[in-house]
């Protein structure tokens, strides 16, 4: 059974181009959640989503940052402009929200960006 | 403000022993812990788990331990095993089935052979 699935795996961008992070959940998991993974913060919670539905987006550091999930089955994290404090390792995670699992989140491989 | 807190950025352990990783949390709603591991380039995995109901959960050569009026955790592994070696994550949320998990900025676990 696939696992998450993120794209790109790497990213070396310029200041102020736009960044888009891709993001395949686990089939029939029905949340996602997009987590930024820095040294100095380590892992934060950006946003999450229920059923496609933005739940809690109070992590999103700036309206530079926007996330999108247009279905089940894909997300978008965006960054327009970008700016060299945005380099960081960004993941992806999904799970399911039934109050019988273990609250357990399971996170794809990550996106590493570097701005320039 | 970290609201969950792994104070030693990195521990070493000699191979066999135990490995102590320790986590504090401020926020009293907190009710439901758990640990994740993260080897390089990859995302972190799940570990394992305990409710605010327990004080020590069990799961092979890992324990966890709760202790709600310190608000401390701690993961325990025995033996360590070189592929112990990892960054360990705490993490807590405020119930079982509360999805937004908030997590600690990791121990670096070096498990030397």
């Known amino acids: 059974d696939a696992g998450v699935i993120q794209s790109p795996r790497h990213e070396v961008t310029e200041m102020g181009q736009e960044v888009t992070l891709r993001c395949k959940p686990i089939?029939?998991?029905?949340?996602l959640f997009w987590y930024r993974q820095t040294m100095m913060r380590g892992l934060e919670l950006l946003i999450y989503?229920?059923?496609?539905?933005?739940?809690?987006d109070s992590g999103m550091p700036e309206d530079r940052f926007s996330a999108k999930m247009p279905n089940a089955s894909f997300s978008t994290l965006k960054i327009q402009p970008s700016e060299p404090r945005d380099s960081a390792v960004y993941f992806c995670a999904s799970s399911l929200g039934t109050a019988l699992n273990t609250g357990e989140l399971f996170f794809g491989e990550g996106s590493r960006l570097t701005v320039l | 403000d970290q609201q969950v807190k792994q104070n030693s950025p990195s521990l070493s352990v000699q191979e066999g022993r135990i490995s102590i990783l320790n986590c504090d949390y401020t926020?009293?709603?907190?009710?439901?812990f758990l640990w994740y591991k993260k080897y390089p380039a990859e995302g972190p995995t799940f570990l394992i788990s305990i409710s605010s109901i327990k004080d020590k959960n069990e799961d092979g050569r890992f324990t966890v331990f709760l202790n709600k009026s310190a608000k401390h955790l701690s993961l325990h592994i025995v033996p360590s095993q070189p592929g112990d070696s990892a960054v360990y994550f705490c993490a807590a949320s405020e119930g079982r089935g509360y999805q937004k998990v908030t997590f600690g900025i990791g121990t670096k676990l070096q498990v030397i052979p």
């Open positions: 989503f229920n059923n496609n539905v933005p739940i809690d």
């Open positions: 926020n009293s709603m907190f009710d439901y």
């Open positions: 089939s029939g998991h029905d949340y």
